[in-house]
């Protein structure tokens, strides 16, 4: 699975988890960096945003990042 393919499961499962929805079902790529990982090895981070609606259908946003395709972070607006 490519990283933004496994960011949007990401997105969708967390949003789902929570009660909200992913808008439109998609993430944005707004950063790119090389990181190395636990086993030293050097790897693309990205950072996603991405908004979802609640259940009153206010929009909020979220942030997730990923190291490779494992998830390293994920905020969201409160």
Known sequence: MQARERGVAIAKQVCSEIGTKLL???IFLSHT???????DQYQIRRIYTFRYLDVESNIHEGTLILLGVEQE??????
Request: charged letters at 40%; hydrophobic letters at 30%; proline letters at 0%.
């Open 73 to 78: 972070s994920l905020l969201l607006d409160t």
């Open 24 to 26: 439109d079902d998609t």
């Open 33 to 39: 960096s090389i990181k190395k990982n636990i086993r």
